[in-house]
Nanobody, 117 residues
Framework: QVQLVESGGGFVQPGGSLRLSCEASGSTSEIYGMGWYRQRPGAQREAVAF???????NYIHSVRGRFTLSRDKVKNTLDLQMNSLKFEDTAVYYC???????????WGQGTQVNVSS
């Protein structure tokens, strides 16, 4: 079992920055890849950024150049630096981990990000 705890959400004005952090604990050796998802009001949950076990990072188009994903395997943390935030970035952000065990995945409890003037 893996536990994921997010922190760092909050309120920010458009153009501002926030840094989200996810700390993994438990059976972290089984984690294959990690990422951040978000669920905007009235929308389905979507992947924002993902890092594979090999370190390859992917971003959705709408955040490319503004968000930066980083993983510290020693500390078992996954950070999402969000710059130049826009109204449409308002969402609940979830940390996600894929297990090397087939079909197993883990989610954090979510952290709210509000971009508002």
């Amino acid at each position: 079992q893996v536990q994921l705890v997010e922190s760092g959400g909050g309120f920010v004005q458009p153009g501002g920055s926030l840094r989200l952090s996810c700390e993994a604990s438990g059976s972290t050796s089984e984690i294959y890849g990690m990422g951040w998802y978000r669920q905007r009001p009235g929308a389905q949950r979507e992947a924002v950024a993902f890092i594979s076990k090999g370190g390859h990072i992917n971003y959705i188009h709408s955040v490319r150049g503004r968000f930066t994903l980083s993983r510290d395997k020693v500390k078992n943390t996954l950070d999402l630096q969000m710059n130049s935030l826009k109204f449409e970035d308002t969402a609940v952000y979830y940390c996600h981990a894929e297990s090397s065990l087939l079909g197993v995945e883990y989610w954090g409890q979510g952290t709210q990000v509000n971009v508002s003037s």
